[in-house]
């Protein structure tokens, strides 16, 4: 059984958890945050419910590898479907009352998990596509960058290696290769300097009219500090 949240031309959001029947309370959810980028080898959901009783886990019989499939929008009609695999569960008791915060990763399990022995002879850019095929992800990334070489796999996930890659990739004297996982199941692989120069697609604003905005305006209705940089969310 799944849960929905529909809140008119603002967020419409269904999860659902596999095996397990979601309790009927209208404050089942408190947070739902789901995280990609380049730091991040691959998309992660971060799920913060509110477990009154103290047995939420056990009702709902969550274990390690459990499947969530969320379905998250502006409208019911754009909704894309997405599948996770719970990584961690941990309660945690504050003053709003206890709390289960479920950790979950992508379900991608030939890029994260399975361990391979693999060889690849061409561009950086070649195995990047070829490893994104195998692992039954999208790719994006340059038609070709000069760095022709043996590339080896040894006894690692795919994740790692991609990683490895990246590292080593080269364009030219002026690129910074790097590589990430999206929360759409796809594997981008860009130049950093690149992808600085390009104007932003979207602009996030709180307490700030949209006409201020230089791209696609995203209106942030509430923040908190989320990193010692400063950075916040």
């Given at each position: 059984?799944?849960?929905?949240?529909?809140?008119?031309?603002?967020?419409?959001?269904?999860?659902?958890?596999?095996g397990s029947r979601v309790p009927p309370t209208m404050n089942f959810v408190d947070t739902?945050?789901?995280?990609?980028?380049f730091a991040i080898p691959i998309p992660v959901l971060q799920m913060i419910l509110n477990d009154q009783r103290g047995t939420?886990?056990?009702d709902m019989n969550l274990q390690d590898g459990t499947l969530v499939t969320i379905k998250l929008a502006k409208t019911r009609e754009k909704t894309v479907t997405r599948?996770?695999?719970?990584?961690?569960?941990?309660?945690e008791t504050t003053a709003a009352?206890?709390?289960?915060?479920?950790?979950?990763?992508?379900?991608?399990?030939?890029?994260?998990?399975?361990?391979?022995?693999?060889?690849?002879?061409?561009t950086s850019?070649?195995?990047?596509?070829?490893?994104?095929?195998?692992?039954?992800?999208?790719?994006?990334?340059?038609?070709?960058?000069?760095?022709?070489?043996?590339?080896?796999n040894v006894n690692k996930t795919r994740s790692a290696f991609s990683e490895d890659v990246a590292m080593r990739g080269y364009g030219s004297n002026q690129t910074c290769m790097a590589r990430l996982v999206t929360m759409d199941y796809e594997l981008?692989?860009?130049?950093?300097?690149?992808?600085l120069k390009k104007e932003p697609k979207w602009s996030m604003l709180q307490n700030t009219a949209e006409g201020a905005a230089k791209a696609t305006p995203v209106v942030i209705r509430e923040t908190?500090?989320?990193s010692s940089a400063g950075f916040g969310t």
């Amino acid at each position: 059984m799944e849960a929905t949240l529909d809140v008119q031309n603002i967020a419409y959001c269904t999860l659902d958890i596999e095996g397990s029947r979601v309790p009927p309370t209208m404050n089942f959810v408190d947070t739902i945050f789901i995280q990609d980028g380049f730091a991040i080898p691959i998309p992660v959901l971060q799920m913060i419910l509110n477990d009154q009783r103290g047995t939420l886990s056990e009702d709902m019989n969550l274990q390690d590898g459990t499947l969530v499939t969320i379905k998250l929008a502006k409208t019911r009609e754009k909704t894309v479907t997405r599948k996770f695999r719970v990584f961690s569960f941990k309660k945690e008791t504050t003053a709003a009352g206890p709390k289960l915060v479920v950790t979950c990763i992508l379900d991608a399990p030939k890029w994260t998990a399975g361990v391979f022995t693999e060889s690849f002879r061409g561009t950086s850019s070649s195995i990047m596509g070829q490893l994104a095929a195998r692992a039954g992800l999208k790719y994006d990334g340059p038609t070709s960058t000069d760095d022709v070489m043996t590339w080896l796999n040894v006894n690692k996930t795919r994740s790692a290696f991609s990683e490895d890659v990246a590292m080593r990739g080269y364009g030219s004297n002026q690129t910074c290769m790097a590589r990430l996982v999206t929360m759409d199941y796809e594997l981008k692989y860009k130049d950093l300097f690149d992808v600085l120069k390009k104007e932003p697609k979207w602009s996030m604003l709180q307490n700030t009219a949209e006409g201020a905005a230089k791209a696609t305006p995203v209106v942030i209705r509430e923040t908190q500090d989320a990193s010692s940089a400063g950075f916040g969310t």
